[in-house]
């Protein structure tokens, strides 16, 4: 079995800033593509940033230049890096990433729990 685990949500100040991370764990043979999504009250999920397992990177145009995305692939781990958080930032945040359990399996693709980021005015 493969989990997602997020972690660093939370409740800042518009101009802040919070570091998000996402640890996968299980029956991992290699990890692909991660990424970030988020979903704000009564909107559909939206792509923040993806990176690549060689570290190419892709935001959306919104968070370009205040948001960076990384991964630790020896710990199986993307983080996500939010400075100058906007009010409109606030949405919960989900981990994704596409995970080849086994030598000669398929990539599926897995979510987190999602952790819910506020950002006052």
């Known amino acids: 079995q493969v989990q997602l685990g997020e972690s660093g949500g939370g409740l800042v100040q518009a101009g802040g800033s919070l570091r998000l991370s996402c640890a996968a764990s299980?029956?991992?043979?290699?990890?692909?593509?991660m990424g970030w999504y988020r979903q704000a009250p009564g909107k559909q999920r939206e792509l923040v940033a993806t990176?690549?397992?060689?570290?190419?990177?892709n935001y959306a145009d919104s968070v370009k230049g205040r948001f960076t995305i990384s991964r630790d692939n020896a710990k199986n781990t993307v983080y996500l890096q939010m400075n100058s958080l906007k009010p409109e930032d606030t949405a919960v945040y989900y981990c994704?990433?596409?995970?080849?359990?086994?030598?000669?399996?398929?990539?599926?693709?897995?979510w987190g729990q999602g952790t819910q980021v506020t950002v006052s005015s």
């Open positions: 994704n990433a596409f995970i080849v359990k086994y030598v000669l399996s398929k990539e599926y693709g897995y």
């Open positions: 299980g029956s991992i043979f290699r990890i692909n593509a």
């Open positions: 990176i690549t397992s060689a570290g190419t990177t």
